[in-house]
């Protein structure tokens, strides 16, 4: 026995409300960078959909994953090493960019520059590629609430899975949302593409990460991983992937995606596992086995032998109690409803995923039957095998068997807790029925329900003596790193090479300059960044716009320099001429009075800035 | 008595080039490992890249390895194991061309994908323009040289392996001959030299990435596990404040 710990995920399909919040968040976090734009380490697909890159679930296009050769043996899907080698030169089987998408932005700059015209000027679509127009097609949720189906929808790679009689119900079924993140796999096969070997698995925590210092670009690790959470980012030339925020839970803090998940539906946790199982757990013959095979490679973290080789795995004594608290551990094992997400792609995946009941919830209540009643849910889930059939496409590799027990015993807590928050006397053989106790049928609805911030997420911090040298607790000189202070920008290769900065170092010289330069940062000088941390809400912030081209060639000012009038509204710029279509700027009077006839700050009756206005005084809103 | 411009340029220069390729990957590798990558552009484009790139570079990984044989073997030594001249001179010529043919179609396919679909030129750095446009010359001279000396015979026989090779290896060797390069042919010449500059250049361009080429995946285990205390944070240590290796604080008594 070989104990390791992980840290895993747990998401309760029942309450996402497809906001997508955590993605947005996730990306502000992580991917708000230029060769990331079309990058989402959390997105949120409608089910059944597409997914994001479109189709990826199809592996026998996309050869994702890990599969059994001739011999038994487990092999990467995409080939064998030598193999993988030979491809190396240009891969064959990786998505374009138009199976993720072609991230845009709006030419907003017509908007404001645009010549008076009789049409009211459009902020047109841009490639963020290309730099060309282009026309939106695909985004990476396309295909949200099941809008383009049910042509769209039918592409879906696991719908094809389940028969024709299924599929042509579908539509009137149900509808569900299915946040992704990085599985952070026990047996990844993005790691085992990588050539370089760049792409690790943590020893203490389980986090898959990507070592952007040995990463060479040879993007093999995007065709190796099944659930296609490797990106390539087309700046840097290396790829990238969801860190399981590891800054944040070495500290103890939840990811980015679970703080700020709105349905709380988040859960994480760590797990104990044998790690001399995991290859053979991966290699079992039958597909459906894989979700058993996969929970024996658990242990037990209450089991006096597990704790006594984790202490000798070095484990620390907090880390086993914090596996004895977590909730990941109480949904997979002690109440049984979490299931991985795939498991046939032999990954051994650690985000699990407690199946929607609200799909069969709704048919009962669409009946006009009482919909927590168990005995009508339970009629319901034998009968409805659409949701359970695709249920099991998704978590159990087909086997319907366990998407009905876990689903039974949501119906089941449901009808149990109808009785009980009525003020009637609870109904003992509910739970009976499912195969469970009152007392663990009642926790297991705390957890669900209830659980505060500290039960969802039971993350024990790295150690003390390790954590004065994390970036984020500035108990030590931020400047104090190898190279010494260096300045933000780009290298002499291109955007990100050189030595990287932390954030800190950053910030330090961000603030240095504005406080020390009596200019304003020159948008078209490479180091120039736009920092809005600092930025106090006044004006636009320095930087942000090239400085303009006034008639004669001169510079306009930039809007700080009126700043003293408290100016923070676009105005319309008064008595200009409205020069030819695309001629670009419009003269400016002379004597800087070039926010029309009123003084700097005055807002006159009709003034400037109010809407519908500008039209009369001049060309439209300019800043 | 050698002239002094062909010391400069048979010996200084090359000595100077080398100087710059072993020292500027040490420099590029120890200061900028983060952009030490192929710079991959497949995913902007890949149904030029599928033909282009591999035939490129099985062609190129061909000719190299036909140059170690042509410059790196003495002749003395093919002779005596029995290979005479012609039959040397046959495989060389028929295997090189295929290769040279292979890598020169490639070569172009990849230049006129990197100008012609926008993305892929948005993406072209001034260093890879300065790359290809040297990768091209020496390349054509190369190919020019095989074709034009040994099929198409123009201006005579000459038998670089008793030219250009010795004057290479006497590089490495420290046994200096600049004289033969100054005899041999102008086309020989050129190619040499701008090989020369090519290996100069090569430490600052994408061109690293063939110094990273994974041979060792055949072997590696397929999970690589490593600890984070290799390093905390984003942020390398320092040196001189290694840590001290110390076991993680465990019970004794469970
Ligand atoms: C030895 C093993 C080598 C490997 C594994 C290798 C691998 C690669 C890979 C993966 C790419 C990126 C292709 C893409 O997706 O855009 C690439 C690009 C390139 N390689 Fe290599 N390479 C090797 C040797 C060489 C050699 C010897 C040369 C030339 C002397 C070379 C010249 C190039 C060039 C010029 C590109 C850029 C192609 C383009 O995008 O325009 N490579 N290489
Ligand atoms: S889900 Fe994450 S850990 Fe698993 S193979 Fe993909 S990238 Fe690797
Ligand atoms: S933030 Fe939570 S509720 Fe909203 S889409 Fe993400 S997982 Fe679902």
Redesign the pocket.
């Known amino acids: 026995m070989r104990v390791m710990a992980q840290m895993a995920m747990v998401m309760n399909l029942d309450k996402c409300i497809g906001c997508h919040t955590c993605s947005v968040t996730c990306k502000q976090a992580w991917t708000n960078r230029t060769g990331t734009e079309y990058v989402w380490f959390n997105n949120v697909e409608t089910r059944p959909g597409q997914g994001y890159p479109r189709t990826y679930e199809d592996q026998d296009k996309w050869e994702g994953g890990w599969t059994l050769n001739k011999r038994g043996r487990l092999q990467l899907k995409a080939g064998g090493r030598l193999k993988n ?1 030979l491809t ?4 064959p089987k990786m998505p374009s960019l138009d199976e993720y998408y072609e991230p845009w932005t709006y030419d907003y700059e017509n908007l404001t520059n645009a010549p008076l015209g009789e049409h009211t000027p459009v902020a047109r679509p841009k490639s963020l590629i290309s730099g060309q127009d282009m026309n939106v097609t695909w985004s990476a949720n396309w295909d949200d609430d099941l809008g383009g189906a049910p042509e769209l929808t039918m592409a879906d790679p696991v719908l094809a899975k389940i028969s024709d009689k299924v599929k042509l119900e579908f539509e009137q079924t149900f509808m569900f949302y299915l946040p992704r993140i990085c599985e952070h796999c026990l047996n990844p096969s993005c790691a085992a593409s990588c050539p370089s070997g760049a792409i690790y698995k943590r020893s203490e925590d389980g986090i898959v990460l990507v070592d952007q210092d040995a990463c060479r ?3 093999k690790c995007v065709t190796g991983c099944p659930y296609k959470k490797v990106y390539f980012n087309h700046k840097t030339g290396k790829a990238e992937k969801c860190t399981f925020c590891y800054p944040r839970i070495e500290v103890g803090l939840p990811t980015v995606c679970s703080e700020t998940c709105v349905g709380r539906l988040r859960y994480i946790g760590l797990i104990l596992y044998d790690a001399d199982r995991v290859l053979e757990a991966a290699s079992v013959t039958d597909e459906r086995e894989l979700l058993a095979s996969q929970r024996r490679v658990f242990l037990d973290p209450n089991d006096p032998e597990v704790q006594r080789e984790a202490e000798r795995a070095g484990i620390s004594r907090d880390w086993v109690q914090a596996a004895q608290r977590s909730p990941i551990w109480a949904l997979i094992n002690t109440y049984e409803v979490a299931l991985p997400l795939h498991p046939e792609y032999r990954t051994l995946p650690m985000v699990w995923y407690i199946p929607p009941l609200s799909p069969v919830v709704d048919v009962v209540g669409e009946t006009g039957e009482d919909s927590e009643d168990s005995g009508n849910l339970f009629a319901a889930i034998d009968t409805l095998r659409i949701p359970v059939e695709y249920l099991a496409e998704l978590f159990t590799a087909g086997d319907p068997e366990p998407v009905t027990a876990v689903l039974k015993r949501l119906a089941a807590m449901r009808s149990y807790m109808r009785d009980i928050n009525m003020g009637r006397a609870p109904n003992p053989s509910i739970p009976a029925a499912v195969g469970m106790e009152e007392g663990t049928m009642y926790e297991m609805y705390r957890l669900l329900a209830l659980a505060k911030y500290d039960e969802r997420y039971v993350i024990p911090p790295s150690h003390v003596e390790q954590a004065h040298g994390l970036e984020e607790l500035a108990t030590e000189c931020s400047l104090d790193y190898d190279g010494g202070p260096g300045m933000g920008g780009s290298g002499p290769f291109g955007e990100g090479s050189g030595v990287n900065d932390p954030i800190a170092v950053e910030n330090f010289h961000m603030l240095k300059q504005r406080q020390t330069t009596d200019t304003v940062a020159d948008p078209a000088s490479r180091k120039a960044r736009v920092n809005l941390l600092n930025w106090d809400g006044k004006s636009a912030p320095a930087g942000m716009f090239p400085p303009r081209p006034g008639p004669d060639g001169a510079n306009l000012r930039e809007p700080d320099s009126v700043g003293d009038a408290g100016l923070v509204q676009p105005r319309p710029a008064g008595g200009s001429v409205p020069g030819p279509a695309g001629s670009g700027t419009d003269p400016i009077p002379p004597g800087g009075d070039w926010l029309g006839g009123d003084g700097p700050g005055t807002q006159g009756p009709g003034g400037p800035g109010e809407p519908g206005d500008t039209g009369a005084s001049g060309t439209g809103p300019r800043l | 008595m050698t002239p002094t411009a062909d010391i400069i340029l048979w010996v200084v220069i090359p000595y100077v080039c080398l100087a710059f390729f072993v020292l500027g990957h040490v420099w590029r590798y120890r200061y900028d490992k983060f952009g030490w990558t ?5 995913l902007y484009e890949s149904r030029l ?1 599928r033909w282009a ?1 591999p035939m ?2 099985f062609g ?2 061909a000719v ?1 390895l036909g140059h170690v044989m042509g410059l790196g073997i003495p002749k003395s030594w093919t002779e005596a194991v029995g290979m005479s001249e012609e039959i040397y001179h046959f495989l060389a010529v028929s295997i090189g061309a295929v290769a040279g043919v292979c890598t020169v179609l490639g070569l172009v396919l ?2 006129y ?2 100008r012609t679909v926008g993305p ?1 030129f948005r993406a072209t750095t001034r260093m ?1 323009k300065v ?2 446009l040297f ?1 091209a010359v020496v390349i054509f001279l190369g190919l020019w040289n095989t074709i034009a000396g040994s099929v198409l015979n123009l201006g005579g026989h000459y038998d670089y392996r008793d030219g250009v090779s010795v004057w290479f290896r006497g590089i490495f060797l420290l046994d200096l001959h600049p004289e033969l390069m100054a005899e041999a042919p102008i086309g020989f010449q050129l190619h040499g030299m701008t090989a020369m500059l090519l290996f100069a250049l090569w430490p600052f361009t ?2 690293v ?2 110094f990273s ?2 041979v060792g995946y055949m072997w590696r285990p397929y999970v690589v596990y490593r600890s984070r205390s290799d390093r905390l944070g984003s942020r390398a240590g320092r040196r001189g404040w290694e840590r001290v290796e110390r076991r993680r604080e465990t019970s004794t008594r469970l």
């Open positions: 080698l190396i030169f240009s891969s670009g040879w993007r | 192929t710079r991959s552009s497949q890249l790139s490129f570079h190129i990984l190299f990849l230049i994908r990197r892929v890879d790359m290809y990768l994408r061109l990435h063939v080429a994974p």
